[in-house]
């Protein structure tokens, strides 16, 4: 039987058991059919359930390392996790928007707290920092994973048993999610820039289709 790891953020171990797999297999199905984008092999997603879940690991994820740089796509998102690090006297300088990210930075270990909508976005800069692995912690009650049909799966993820301390970690998940972005760009004509994830899928989506 083939077993697929599904990481758990709070013990630091790995679920290997059917539950994980039917877990993963259901994030495998979200997007579709795969095939192989560009990019592939070069991120590494974590997602989580929700938003809190994802946030508390990332703290922890700074606790072990303090090497690390937190990077969002959108001002909106820096803001909310600042503010959720400020109670843990984590410097708000240890969050940084995508765009302000330079060579200097690759000293640090940079871990993207979102995803951008667009994937050739994120790759053309991954590729400009030259990193030889992208980081993603995502969450399936954020906006982009809204869109792509996240809803109807996290009651069913609850329903057996995934708490917020769990993450799901596998190459197939980040090909799926690679998959996503791509049918989001193909319906995208003249992009609209916006300072949330949330207002970038309501401005673009709905102006292009």
């Keep these: 039987m083939i077993r697929y790891d599904c990481q758990l953020s709070s013990a630091n171990c790995h679920l290997s058991s059917l539950i994980c797999i039917k877990k993963s297999n259901m994030l495998f199905n979200l997007f579709g059919k795969k095939e192989s984008s560009q990019g592939d092999g070069l991120f590494k997603e974590f997602v989580w359930m929700n938003s809190k879940g994802k946030f508390a690991a990332l703290a922890d994820l700074y606790k072990n390392d303090p090497l690390i740089l937190f990077v969002a796509w959108f001002a909106d998102t820096a803001k909310t996790f600042r503010e959720f690090l400020a109670p843990l ?121």
Aim: hydrophobic residues 40%; aromatic residues 4%.
């Design 89 to 209: 006297n984590i410097e708000e300088s240890k969050v940084v928007l995508a765009k302000e990210l330079h060579n200097n930075h690759q000293q640090q270990h940079i871990v993207f707290i979102e995803h951008y909508p667009l994937h050739e976005k994120e790759l053309a800069l991954v590729e400009s920092l030259h990193l030889t692995e992208a980081i993603v912690y995502s969450a399936m009650d954020e906006p982009l994973f809204k869109h792509l049909g996240s809803d109807k799966i996290i009651p069913v993820m609850k329903m057996m048993g995934m708490k917020e301390t769990e993450s799901i970690q596998h190459p197939m998940v980040t090909k799926s999610i690679m998959k996503g972005q791509e049918k989001i760009a193909a319906a995208v004509i003249v992009e609209q820039t916006a300072n949330s994830q949330e207002e970038w899928m309501k401005k673009n989506m709905k102006i292009n289709n």
